[in-house]
C-alpha cells in the first residue's frame, strides 16, 4: 500500500490554465506539506496543513491554493499556470508536526 | 536559509562504506538532525535522525559530534542503489524542513 499518494503523476498543460494536484496519506498523520523542486534541483516548501488548518504559508504566489477537506487528503489549487510553474510537486506527512516526514512520488507538471 | 553545508559530490566503492559529513554549527541544543536521499527524481526518502547521541537503524549510522556541530551518515556497505542526492537536514522550531543541496553520492562498481 502506498503511504503517501499523489495524482497525477505528469501533468501537461498550456500557460494559463487552471489544473489541481491531489495529495492523499494513509498513515493517519496529522501533518501534510507541499513541496516544489524547481529545475535545479532545489527542494523548497510550499505549505503544512495539520488537522486542515493552514501553519505554514511560505512566499508562494496566491495563484496558489492548498485545500484540505480531511487530514488524509491535502490537494494543491493552481490558478493561471507560468512557465515558472514548471517543476516537480511533492506532498509529504508526519506526525506530529515536525517529525518525520513521508513523501509523496511526485508531480512532474510541465506548463507550455 | 539552509543551516546545514555538505560536498557537492562524492564517490564510494560498492561494498564499502560511504561517510558522507555534513556541518551544521549554528545548530540549537534542542534541533534535530535528519538525513534524507532522493534517488533520481523520486520523492525524497527518511533514512535517520538524532538529537545528542549517535544512531543506528537498518539503512543507516548516524554519528553526532560531542559539540553538536557536524554529523555524519554512515552507510556500512554501499551498494549501486544507495546512488542518490543525501540531504541533512536541521529541523528547527518553526517545524520547517529547509533543504540544502545536498551531496550526489555515485556509488561504483
Known amino acids: 500500500d502506498t503511504a503517501v499518494s499523489q495524482t497525477p503523476k505528469y501533468l501537461v498543460t498550456q500557460m494559463g490554465n487552471d489544473k489541481s494536484i491531489k495529495c492523499e496519506q494513509n498513515?493517519?498523520?496529522?501533518?501534510m506539506y507541499w513541496y516544489k523542486q524547481d529545475s535545479k534541483k532545489f527542494l523548497k516548501i510550499m505549505f503544512s496543513?495539520?488537522?486542515?488548518?493552514?501553519?505554514i504559508n511560505e512566499t508562494v504566489p496566491n495563484r496558489f491554493s492548498p485545500k484540505s477537506p480531511d487530514k488524509a487528503h491535502l490537494n494543491l489549487h493552481i490558478n493561471s499556470l507560468e512557465l515558472g510553474d514548471s517543476a516537480v510537486y511533492f506532498c509529504?506527512?508526519?506526525?506530529?508536526?515536525?517529525?518525520?516526514?513521508?513523501f509523496g512520488p511526485g508531480t512532474r507538471l510541465l506548463v507550455l | 536559509d539552509a543551516k546545514t553545508t555538505q560536498p557537492p559530490s562524492m564517490d564510494c566503492a560498492e561494498g564499502r562504506a560511504a561517510n558522507l559529513p555534513c556541518n551544521h554549527s549554528?545548530?540549537?541544543?534542542?534541533?534535530?538532525v535528519y538525513w534524507y536521499r532522493q534517488i533520481h527524481s523520486q520523492g525524497p526518502q527518511y533514512i535517520i535522525h538524532?538529537?545528542?547521541n549517535n544512531e543506528t537503524n537498518e539503512m543507516a549510522s548516524l554519528i553526532i559530534t560531542e559539540d553538536r556541530k557536524s554529523s555524519t551518515l554512515i552507510l556500512p556497505h554501499a551498494t549501486l542503489r544507495d546512488t542518490a542526492v543525501y540531504y541533512c537536514?536541521?529541523?528547527?522550531?518553526?517545524?520547517?524542513?529547509?533543504f540544502g543541496t545536498g551531496t550526489r553520492l555515485k556509488v561504483l562498481a
Open positions: 509529504a506527512s508526519s506526525q506530529p508536526t515536525g517529525e518525520t516526514q513521508y
Open positions: 498513515l493517519g498523520h496529522d501533518t
Open positions: 496543513y495539520n488537522n486542515k488548518e493552514l501553519i
Open positions: 549554528t545548530i540549537s541544543g534542542n534541533e534535530y
Open positions: 538524532g538529537l545528542k
Open positions: 537536514i536541521v529541523l528547527t522550531g518553526t517545524y520547517k524542513y529547509i
